[in-house]
């Protein structure tokens, strides 16, 4: 097998990230390095906050952690040094690495410009959406959205021209999708209206059972419940709240605990969310964990019975699922986006509508009640995933797919 050259593109690369996306691409590049392809990543000087080169990552763009299309004088002057930053680090890295692939994950809060740059100028692109971002770039991406003010209209077409005089950006080259692979089959369904996507694949993600390591459990179920997650709005926290307090002061379950590990990017948001325990009455049985090492969660996973996963937002597919699933919790999720493709009702866990407490509070006492009921699902859930979900799995088709993006030969000589 022909190794290959790629080149990721990523805003964010472990161990400096906040969610599941970055994540992930953590675990493909691993996995694809560990088959012999040459991967070279680029990414941005979050968590480090200066330019440096870690062996095979390099980290030196700036990024826009919060990108929403703005229209301000001031907002633009940063839009053009954040494009005269990354600009040249992305186009001068491809031409020296000559990669057979530029694999883009999550990059619009860097520089997508350079991305059609780099479609323009020839190079194979891959993306690995995972994110609502391609139906959402209008409002993201600054190049997409242009000022009705006149004035501010005429400064964005005066900034493009002057970014395209030194590096050659035209602010109208499209973008193309093709091959794109989508973590779900709800991902690829919401995406294809912005246009043709020919080759796309569906890949979910995979589960690394070198890591995640199941634990031999006890027979009954116990009343260790959790989350894992960012601590935000989106993520349904009031939602999680609201059942754990029903959990103990409706149905009766005054034993059960609750552990939450994660942190939020608003330490306002949190203590607001730590109060609202408290005005519950269940602050005596949340533990608020914060945000842990990765290596630490399958002891968090081991030492709890069922995750609670109470997303407001149309999930595109959480890791967090497949790996508690893997670990041999229960789930008991909310009906949004792509957790229902591996989430089903009463055969793989459990699923209440979305901002349903009350619905959630139920799941959770009859899986309390009905222990036969929570070994069925548990049983079938660990059976899929380590059918369907591992990690090595996904490694091979995401190998694929970037063999056939390339058309290079992936069989052997």
Known sequence: MQPLKILVLTSLFPPHYIGGYEVGCGDVVAGLRAKGHDVTVLTSTYGVDREVRE?????????????????????????????????????????????????????????????????????????FISDHWPIRIGIFDPWHYMPRHPLRWLGRKLLGWKLGRKTGFRNNLPISYAN?????????????????????????????????????????????????????????????????????????????????????????????????????????????????PRQDLPDIYASHDILIFPSRWDEPFSITVVEALAMGLVVVGSDTGGTTEIIKHEETGMVFARD?????????????????????????????????????????RVEAALY?????????D
């Open 55 to 127: 062996g095979f990552v390099e980290r030196s763009l700036t990024i826009d952690i919060h990108p929403v299309a703005q229209t301000t004088l001031a907002h633009q002057r940063r839009l053009y040094e954040r494009e005269m930053h990354n600009q040249p680090r992305i186009l001068d890295l491809a031409k020296a690495l000559k990669p057979d692939i530029v694999f883009v994950w999550s990059f619009y809060q860097a520089s997508m410009s350079a991305v059609r740059m780099l479609q323009d100028q020839g190079y194979r692109t891959v993306f």
């Open 180 to 292: 794109a692979i989508f973590a779900s089959d709800f991902l690829l369904k919401q995406t294809q209206p912005i246009g043709p996507m020919p080759n796309t694949n569906v890949i979910r993600w995979g589960v690394d059972y070198d890591l995640f390591v199941r634990r031999e459990r006890s027979a009954p179920l116990g009343q260790r419940l959790l989350f894992v997650g960012q601590i935000s709005g989106h993520k349904g926290m009031e939602t999680l709240l609201e059942a754990f307090a029903l959990v103990q002061q409706k149905h009766g379950f005054k034993q059960a605990t609750l552990s939450i590990v994660g942190a939020g990017l608003s330490a306002e948001y949190t203590s607001e969310m730590q109060c609202y325990a408290e005005k519950l009455g269940i602050s005596q049985s949340v533990d608020w964990r914060g945000k842990l």
């Open 356 to 396: 349903d407490a009350a619905g959630c509070a139920a799941h959770i006492a009859s899986l309390f009640q009905q222990p036969a009921l929570a070994a069925k699902l548990r049983q079938q859930a660990t059976a899929i995933v380590d059918r369907e979900f591992r990690m090595t799995t996904m490694i091979d």
């Open 404 to 412: 056939a993006a390339c058309n290079k030969d992936s069989r052997h």
